[in-house]
């Protein structure tokens, strides 16, 4: 992307440029332009238009989630807050939530794709395209598998069902079942908040616990040691004076 000074800088009139993303003029002297283009105002206005698929090239303003060419005239924060667009991007924003599709690609670059984490393909990114992906049973089953060795689920000798490690209990091995209960599972979700919250920012992984069937072990990486994988053992290690010691 062309990000020289005079990037989003037109021409107005005889003796003025005008911002494209500010919506400002300023004084044509490439002293005052630069300083305009150096400031925290324009550079967070320059983020904002790539963050929201809008390109600038060739003197044309484009909004690739709209397919819209904005006149010259208009603001380009009026654009960004009027319905149709930020409709689009709360639409977006909602389908792709927890489904592991980035759209930046599409929104930042000259791609026209998403990209799908879990099942490794791009598709042209129309909302109805990533309604129709995420819906699709493929996306549900590799969603499916790549979550469960996130979440301490295996599978079990009667193919009919799976087994989650951290609830000990057992769960239907469909797509739907597993991720309800991933999502919805209060038994499941309490366990994740609570050992989330003790071992955020302790250096303390619990990959191998949850990918491994029987491992029952955490790692504290400060104390190249393992500690039982529950609460209490958790605290007690967090607030041993070996762990304290090799945090400060
Ligand atoms: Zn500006
Ligand atoms: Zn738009
Ligand atoms: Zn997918
Ligand atoms: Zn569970
Ligand atoms: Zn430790």
């Known amino acids: 992307m062309k990000t020289g000074f005079l990037y989003g800088i037109v021409a107005s009139s005889k003796t003025r440029v005008r911002c494209l993303f500010c919506g400002v003029h300023i004084p044509k002297a490439n002293k005052c332009i630069e300083q305009h283009t150096n400031g925290a105002r324009h550079k967070e206005n320059v983020e904002l238009m790539t963050e929201n698929g809008i390109t600038f ?4 303003l484009y909004c690739k989630p709209c397919k819209l060419e904005l006149s010259l005239e208009d603001s380009m924060m009026q654009h960004i807050d009027g319905d149709s667009h930020s409709n689009w991007i709360v639409a ?19 791609k026209e794709d998403a990209y799908c984490e879990v099942c ?62 991933i999502d919805d599972d209060e038994q499941h979700m309490f366990w994740f908040s609570s050992i989330e919250d003790l071992i955020e920012e302790q250096d303390i992984t619990i990959k191998s616990f949850l990918a491994n069937e029987f491992d029952n072990n955490a790692y504290c990486n400060r104390c190249h040691q393992e500690i039982n994988c529950n609460t209490k053992s958790l605290e007690d290690h967090i607030n041993s004076e070996a762990h304290l010691t090799h945090f400060s």
């Open 120 to 181: 490794h393909s791009p598709f042209q990114c129309t909302l109805q395209n990533i309604e129709s992906h995420v819906n699709g049973i493929n996306h549900r089953t590799n969603i499916t598998e790549h979550l469960k060795p996130l979440n301490g689920i295996f599978p079990v000798e009667n193919d009919d069902e799976v087994w989650c490690k951290i609830c000990n209990t057992f769960i239907d091995n469909s797509p739907q079942s597993i991720l309800e209960h």
């Open 57 to 60: 090239k060739n003197n044309i």
């Open 92 to 110: 977006m924003e909602d389908l792709i939530d927890g489904e592991f599709i980035s759209i930046e690609p599409y929104l930042t670059s000259e």
